[in-house]
């Protein structure tokens, strides 16, 4: 039996199939979803779906699914999907059981089917990019929420009084933990404004400034951690993204102030290490999700 995953990011679509072995790819997007063209958006899953035959389909997104409705809400950088239900149109268009989650949250299940998170009893992942998501499997099961929005691990205020986060919020460890939380601790050292990457390129070139943005931006992410600890108490902690991806010294880092912050139980019996699937990881997900849901182990 044949089962597809597909990943819809603001600039790329990319998909896992899986048909006794397994297949991945991605298409470019960022045109049609700035354009706001939502049929298009589709026209291109269905493309993809035209040449990968499957019995379901597992689609992430980055944003809230309302479990009630159906519909995505607050999905800042996929616009043409906000306040659409995805799955109902792409049921029609394509004749076949599709099953929609959060990005974040299956790029936790993606790694616990096939990445480094496997046989973890309580897997978090937070996936470092131009946000911070969060996403648990616990016991094999997703941690969705009553209504879908459970895991919003980005969105915890770590200081009432702190930096403005995207969501509008004041404080949240998102403003500190993310892209653009890099780039703004090293614009308060050096008063330049340049992207996270190139942050991370000077700190791999050994330059002063932008190592001392990583072990600050690495305490920031310590203090995620530790409420992550004390509310979890999680055998497996995974960091997805550009940032630990590239810079994999952030996750020694970030344990070591962990050691310093935590209760020592729930430190002693966790794993904090890189994710295993990369960019890819939502799509693994969502091709679990077809599986689970959609028939067939
Ligand atoms: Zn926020």
């Not at 702190?162 to 601790?185: D, F, P, Q």
Request: hydrophobic letters at 40%; charged letters at 25%; glycine letters at 12%.
């Amino acid at each position: 039996m044949a089962f597809l995953g597909i990943d819809i990011g603001g600039t790329f679509i990319k998909y896992v199939y899986e048909n006794n072995q397994i297949k991945k790819g991605k298409f470019y997007v960022k045109d049609i979803v700035e354009e706001g063209d939502r049929e298009a958006l589709l026209d291109v899953i269905a493309e993809i779906f035209e040449n990968h035959k499957s019995k379901a389909i597992g689609v992430a997104v980055a944003g809230l699914i309302d479990k009630k409705t159906g519909l995505i809400t607050n999905s800042p950088n996929i616009k043409p999907l906000e306040h659409f239900n995805i799955k109902e149109a792409l049921e029609k268009k394509l004749g076949v059981s599709v099953y929609v989650e959060n990005d974040a949250t299956l790029a936790a299940y993606g790694e616990y089917l096939y990445g480094a998170g496997k046989d973890s009893q309580i897997l978090i992942c937070l996936t470092l990019g131009t946000g911070l998501g969060g996403g648990a499997v616990i016991n094999g099961h997703l941690l969705t929420g009553v209504s879908g929005s459970a895991m919003e691990i980005g969105h915890m205020t770590i200081d009432k009084n702190g930096w403005l986060c995207h969501c509008g919020r004041k404080g949240c460890l998102e403003a500190y933990v993310s892209s653009y939380g890099l780039e703004r601790i090293y614009f308060f050292k050096t008063d330049k404004h340049i992207p996270s990457s190139e942050i991370i390129l000077y700190a791999n070139e050994g330059k002063k400034e932008a190592l001392e943005s990583l072990e600050e931006f690495s305490r920031y992410l310590a203090y995620g951690l530790m409420n992550i600890l004390h509310i979890f108490n999680p055998d497996k902690v995974l960091l997805a993204g550009g940032i630990p991806e590239h810079y994999p010294a952030v996750v020694e880092m970030a344990t070591a102030d962990l050691k310093k912050l935590a209760f020592p139980l729930p430190f002693r019996d966790v794993s904090i290490d890189i994710a295993s699937l990369g960019e890819f990881s939502g799509a693994y997900g969502a091709l679990g999700l077809a599986k689970t849901k959609g028939g067939g182990k």
